[in-house]
């Protein structure tokens, strides 16, 4: 590294700035105080970063941002928000908690995944929604279970129920209805009990 240039000009409207080139690496620091903010600005001759800190406030601009600490905490008093304009990832190597004292949204113009390795469970103290416009449940490997105070499904136009098995039982009344044409069809065909009534 060549012999840096320092400079550090004041004055009674424009403030105290100090700066330090490096013609050979074509570099720039530069502080600013102004009387209304204190700015950080480092340049090269592709990039630059600036810090702005004023009474209310302290804004950030650079390329890339990095924090490395043991324990890292962020607090806001008022609504917050986190964007980014291409893929964002939060990652944690042991549990992670996502908790919310009010509404949670998840939302995902295009395809929206939730995997695990091991168990994965949602739970609501409250009414629990989940709708698609086409929607699979499964369970390859074991049984899936659905349990319910009142259990009820329908479906708009069709619903199929199909196994190689199936079994219904009720410990109480069993009511098969139809408003339309009712079929019971079966290779062997058996119906029986302490009463039968047909017609």
Known sequence: MGKLICTLEM???????LKVEDPDGQLTQTITLDGKAITLEVKSSSDTSTVVQKADGITLRCKAFSVEADTITLESKK????KSQQALQLESTQDMTLTSGAKLTQKATGDAALSSNANVQVKATGKLVLEGQQAQLAAPAGEMALEAMTLKFSGKAQAELEAPLIKVAAQGQLGLESSGVAELKGSITSVSGSLVKLG
């Open 11 to 17: 004055d009674h409207e424009k403030g105290l700035t």
């Open 79 to 82: 609504d917050s928000a986190w």
